[in-house]
C-alpha cells in the first residue's frame, strides 16, 4: 500500500504550505524536504506559538517523526545549527534529524557569489534571497560542489582548501573580498564536528521506512512557478519544487506516492522580481497585504499581490500531477465586493491558457478575468464546508471546476484548528 503524500506550492511559494504540513505531519512518520535550502520558510503556528523553519523539516515538534533533508536538498550547516539551537532553548530535542550525506553544503562563499553575482546583473537582477542557493546549485551541476559526506570526512580539508582556492578567484573576478582560506577551514571543521551526528545514507532509511508500511509526508519549498525547469525563468530558485522534483531529491521512486496535494492561495503573490499577470496595486491589495501580513518569512520583503491565476493553477496541476487542491487564506477575502479569478490570457491578440516559455511573452499576457460576487461574513470559525457562506462556496467550487482538481482542504485562518477538511489525504 502507498503511504506517501507531498505537499507543493501551486504558485510562486509563500502559499501556507508550513500550515498544511504541520497538520499532516502530525499524522505522518517520517516529513522530508527534497529541495532548495534556507531560502524557504515555513511558518508553523501551535499551540499559541509561532516558529519559523528555513532548514529544518516541520515534523521536529514530535519526537516520533523522523525527520530527514533528503539529497535534493542544500544544506547551510550554519543555519541549520542555530535553528536547532533555537528550538532546543524552547524544549525540543532535535534528536529526530536526519541529514543526506548525498546533500551538498551551502558555505560562506556561495552567499558572497550570491550578492556579488546578483550586482553584477544590474538590471536583470533574480531578487535571490541572497542564500548562496544559486550558486551551490551550480556547483552541484558543475560537479565541483562538496557533499555532505566529504564534508564531514577526513578529506574535507584539502578539499575545501582546493575548492575555496578557485571560490576566491571568482569572488574576486567580481570585484568581492576573498576568504581567508585557513580561517574558513578551522570555522566550517568545527561545524563539520557539529553536523556528523546527523549525517546518514537517507535513501536507505526512507526505502526501509517505506518497506515497514511508514507514512511519509514530503514537504515542498518554493512553488511550481519557481521551478528551475517549469517556472517563469530565469525569475525562479534553482530547483525544482514541483512534484518530480520528490523522487530526485529523496532517493524514493515515484511509484511510491500516493497523492500530491497542490496548496494554492487563494488570491496570488510574489516576491522577487519577474513577470506577474494579475498584479494589482490599490487599496484592495493593500488591505490583503497587511490583513494577511504578506512580508517575506526570509527576506521580510512585502509581497506582491494579485488575482487567483487560474491559468497558473492549471499549468501547476499538470506538471505536480495533483491529486488534491488545499485553498488557503479563504478568510482574507472576506468583506471584499467583487474578486477576480483569471481563466486566460490575452497575448498578441489571441486568448491562451497556457504559460509561454519566454518570459518577455510572459510580460505581455493581459490576464482575461471572470467576476465573482465575494462575501462579508467573517468565516475563521467555519468547522465544514457547508457553514461557508453561499458565495465563498461559489468561489471555491469556480476554482475547482477551473482547475479540473478536487479541492480537499481550505483553511479559514492560521491555526491548524482552522481547517475544512473535505477529504482525509493521510
Ligand atoms: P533563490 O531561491 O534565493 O535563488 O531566489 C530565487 C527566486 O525565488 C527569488 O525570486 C526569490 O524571491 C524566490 N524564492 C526563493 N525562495 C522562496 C520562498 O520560499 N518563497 C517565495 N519565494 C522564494
Redesign the pocket.
Known amino acids: 500500500m502507498k503511504n506517501a503524500v507531498v505537499v507543493v506550492g501551486t504558485q ?3 502559499e501556507g504550505k508550513g500550515k498544511i504540513t504541520n497538520y499532516f505531519s502530525n499524522k505522518a512518520d517520517v516529513v522530508v524536504r527534497y529541495q ?1 535550502g534556507d ?3 515555513h511558518t508553523i503556528k501551535f499551540l499559541g506559538n509561532t516558529y519559523a523553519l528555513h532548514v529544518i523539516p516541520s515534523g521536529v515538534f514530535n519526537p516520533n517523526i523522523k525527520n530527514v533533508l533528503g539529497n535534493g536538498v542544500v544544506l547551510n550547516p550554519k543555519t541549520f545549527l542555530s535553528e536547532i539551537e533555537a528550538l532546543q532553548k524552547q524544549g525540543f530535542s532535535c534528536n529526530n534529524l536526519y541529514i543526506s550525506d548525498r546533500a551538498h553544503v551551502i558555505f560562506d562563499y556561495h552567499k558572497e557569489l ?1 550578492g556579488l553575482i546578483e550586482e553584477h546583473l544590474a538590471t536583470r537582477k ?6 548562496g ?2 550558486p551551490c546549485y551550480t556547483d552541484k551541476i558543475a560537479r565541483c560542489g562538496i557533499r555532505v559526506a566529504d564534508f564531514v570526512s577526513s578529506d574535507f580539508e584539502e578539499i575545501y582548501k582546493t575548492t575555496l582556492k578557485v571560490k576566491n578567484d571568482q569572488i574576486i573576478s567580481y570585484g568581492g573580498n576573498p576568504f581567508d582560506i585557513e580561517e574558513s577551514y578551522q570555522e566550517y571543521q568545527k561545524i563539520a564536528e557539529a553536523i556528523k551526528p546527523y549525517v546518514t545514507d537517507t535513501i536507505a532509511l526512507l526505502n526501509e521506512e517505506i518497506k515497514k508500511g511508514k507514512k511519509i509526508l514530503f514537504e515542498g ?3 511550481a512557478l ?1 521551478d528551475i525547469d517549469f517556472g517563469t525563468y530565469p ?4 530547483s525544482n519544487p514541483s512534484g518530480g522534483g520528490v523522487s530526485i531529491g529523496s532517493g524514493v521512486g515515484p511509484t511510491n506516492i500516493k497523492e500530491i496535494i497542490g496548496i494554492a492561495k487563494v488570491y496570488s503573490t510574489r ?4 513577470a506577474f499577470p494579475t498584479e494589482f496595486e490599490d487599496e484592495v491589495a493593500s488591505y490583503i497585504r497587511e490583513t494577511a501580513h504578506e512580508y ?1 518569512t ?2 521580510k520583503r512585502p509581497r506582491r499581490i494579485g488575482w487567483l491565476d487560474g491559468v497558473v493553477l492549471k499549468y501547476s496541476s499538470q506538471i505536480n500531477g495533483l491529486t488534491g487542491l488545499s485553498l488557503m487564506l479563504l478568510d482574507i477575502l472576506s468583506g471584499i465586493k467583487n474578486l477576480k479569478v483569471c481563466t486566460s490570457y490575452m497575448l498578441d491578440g489571441k486568448e491562451i491558457s497556457t504559460i509561454p516559455a519566454r518570459i518577455s511573452d510572459f510580460e505581455k499576457c493581459i490576464p482575461v478575468y471572470t467576476t465573482l460576487p465575494g462575501w462579508q461574513e467573517d468565516i475563521s470559525s467555519c468547522k465544514s464546508y457547508d457553514e461557508l457562506p453561499q458565495n465563498a462556496k461559489n468561489y471555491v467550487s469556480f476554482i475547482e471546476k477551473l482547475v479540473g482538481v478536487p479541492v480537499v482542504m481550505i483553511s479559514v485562518g492560521p491555526d491548524v484548528l482552522q481547517t475544512i477538511v473535505r477529504k482525509t489525504i493521510l
Not at 516576491?271 to 519577474?274: I, K, M, N
Request: charged share 15%; glycine share 30%; aromatic share 6%.
Open positions: 510562486w511559494g509563500d532548495g531560502n524557504a520558510g550570491d533574480i531578487g535571490t534571497t541572497k542564500k542557493i544559486g519549498a518554493q512553488g519557481l525569475f525562479v530558485t534553482s516576491v522577487g522580481s519577474g517575506g526570509t527576506t
